[in-house]
């Protein structure tokens, strides 16, 4: 089953507000096996409004339109839409009743505008929002099916889950669709495709989708088959063999986060861990923290931007300093030693490096970044030139840091 949706407003193509409705609306149809296949963005303007509508009918089976029914002069979607389909605006009484409750509730007196809200194309069948005061609008139209819902992800989330998703669903009875994100840190897409080429065999066009970042590589795995019990089993499959070939590059799936594992290895290896950080200013520390119940494992740490603070609290000896730089394997080891000995913690992780846009040498360029792991009887370095914005370098440099994490506690 084919769909395609339509997302309106000024403010979509202005950049103002991003369109998240649509990408929700990709996830939750997928899992009733139904695929969005084209995706539009028009503004508050009719002619565009109809053009876009008027196509979709000729090549989906579904249409979702969201934006454009609220009260005001620009939320023109169901009168273009009403005027397409040849279908007169009637007022539907009962999303009148639960609208002027709305108000009621909020002891607010109801503005005679509101009423427009009610007004459905003649023999659509129309759904009250909980939230707000836009309804879901369903209309048959020939063989396809048109859904009108709110633009405000609140109120289209609430609405699509319990009224459309279900409807579209029941139209789609034959195949799922399953998806799955493996993540991938330290090998780029390129190699990625080099190492599963000839070894990962079977796959349709399709299955595999590579989806780059700056701060590694997404897999995005797709199954299609007649039952989620049999789509399940054959993207398990497809999961198996590619993490036999990418091994423990293979950091997580959909919606772990690097963090979140390597708190949960740090737990199960009853190992606490301090931070040291230079250019990435304590976004380690914060990611970490972002976690539920990170306090079990993590002791604290050091922002050591200056060369007095690593000096002073993390006894990195001024000798480094003075003959091999802030950006340099000893300074790193040194304060991966020293915030582990200051915090009392089973590893220290340290990080400093040149983000940019300043602060670059002949030997020493934007990008460079030196990181260090210490525990007890050892100690790794590492060493990267990364490439991107100033933001872009800190994110890579945090990450980098938390596999470094990962594998030693892997025992990689």
Request: charged share 25%; glycine share 10%; proline share 3%.
């Amino acid at each position: 089953m084919n769909v395609e949706v339509i997302s309106i407003g000024d403010e979509l193509l202005l950049g103002t507000v991003v369109d998240t409705n649509s990408a929700y609306i990709g996830r939750r149809l997928a899992e009733v096996g139904a695929e969005v296949t084209y995706k539009t963005t028009v503004g508050d303007d009719a002619s565009m409004i109809e053009n876009a509508v008027r196509q979709a009918l000729e090549r989906a089976d579904v249409v979702i339109v969201t934006g454009g029914l609220g009260p005001t002069r620009d939320d023109i979607t169901k009168k273009t839409i009403a005027g397409i389909l040849n279908r007169p605006l009637v007022l539907d009484e009962l999303i009148l009743k639960r609208v002027k409750e709305h108000f009621e509730k909020r002891n607010i007196e109801m503005p005679a505008i509101n009423t427009n809200q009610a007004m459905v194309p003649k023999g659509a069948k129309a759904f009250a929002s909980p939230l707000g005061t836009a309804p879901a609008i369903i209309i048959k139209e020939k063989n396809s099916l048109l859904v009108m819902l709110p633009g405000v992800p609140s109120e289209m989330k609430s609405l699509f889950d319990e009224h459309i998703l279900p409807a579209i669903a029941e139209r789609a009875k034959g195949i799922v669709i399953v998806h799955r994100t493996l993540h991938i840190c330290g090998i780029t897409e390129s190699k990625i495709e080099q190492m599963l080429t000839g070894k990962v065999r079977g796959l349709a066009r399709g299955e595999i989708a590579y989806l780059p970042q700056h701060t590694g590589v997404d897999l995005r795995l797709t199954a299609r088959a007649v039952s989620k019990e049999k789509a399940l089993k054959k993207i398990k499959s497809i999961e198996e063999k590619i993490e036999g070939v990418l091994g423990e590059a293979v950091w997580g799936k959909d919606d772990d986060t690097l963090e979140q594992v390597v708190g949960y290895l740090l737990s199960m290896k009853r190992k606490t861990i301090s931070l040291a950080e230079s250019c990435t200013g304590g976004l380690i520390m914060d990611m970490i923290t972002n976690v539920p119940g990170s306090s079990s494992y993590f002791i604290g740490g050091v922002v050591a931007y200056s060369n007095e603070i690593k000096t002073n609290k993390l006894k990195v000896p001024k000798s480094f300093l003075k003959e091999s730089g802030a950006v340099s394997k000893e300074v790193a080891l040194a304060m991966a030693e020293g915030v582990r000995g200051y915090a009392s913690s089973d590893i220290g992780l340290s990080v400093t490096g040149i983000a940019g846009p300043s602060g670059a040498t002949a030997d020493k360029p934007v990008g460079l970044v030196c990181l260090a792991l210490a525990w007890d009887g050892g100690c790794v370095f590492e060493q990267h030139n990364f490439l991107g914005s100033r933001g872009q370098i800190k994110e890579q440099s945090a990450v980098t840091g938390l596999d470094m994490v990962r594998r030693h506690l892997l025992g990689l």
